[in-house]
């Protein structure tokens, strides 16, 4: 009990505490801006994902932080527009826009990840070869090994 007790005040576990908390207190700030604008924004999530995958592949294919924060700021205020497009000017209604922005960028995310991974990209200066090999001879056990070549 006494090693729980230490682990748990331990300034490793506060820190990871707000290293993990700050994207969520991040959309619970938007949403609290939006609901006191009168509307209830739900596509935060896949706004935020989205945002967060463009300004990471911003920042790789650069190799700059200030382009990747770019990218995903201009990310984040297209989803955005787009969302007020959707509901302002086509009525749609604001929830079940939010949903599809969610679905979007959460299956966006998973095909962009899925093309990078199924060829060789040349990613931060690394050639990162990403082949399938079946180890136990079944369908549906693939490991990926990433040959580096430079």
């Known amino acids: 009990m006494e090693n729980l007790i230490a682990a748990i005040f331990s300034p490793d576990f506060v820190f ?7 994207p969520i207190i991040f959309a619970g700030l938007a949403a609290l801006i939006t609901d006191r604008a009168g509307v209830m ?8 994902l989205s945002s967060a995958l463009l300004g990471v592949i911003g920042s790789a ?24 497009y959707f ?5 749609t209604d ?8 969610n679905l979007l960028s959460s299956g966006g995310t998973v095909f962009l990840l899925c093309c990078k ?20 001879n ?9 040959d580096f070549r430079t």
């Open 16 to 22: 990871s505490i707000l290293r993990l908390s700050t």
């Open 94 to 101: 604001i929830i079940l826009t939010g949903i599809a922005i």
């Open 138 to 146: 079944t369908k549906y056990s693939n490991t990926w090994t990433y």
């Open 117 to 136: 991974r199924q060829r060789n990209v040349n990613f931060i200066g690394k050639s990162y070869h990403a082949s399938s090999t079946n180890s136990h």
């Open 87 to 91: 509901s302002l000017k086509l009525k």
């Open 41 to 48: 924004n739900i596509g935060l999530e896949g706004i935020m």
């Open 61 to 84: 294919f650069t190799q700059s932080a200030l382009i990747g924060l770019i990218c995903a700021i201009a990310t984040g205020v297209l989803m955005g527009s787009i969302m007020a």
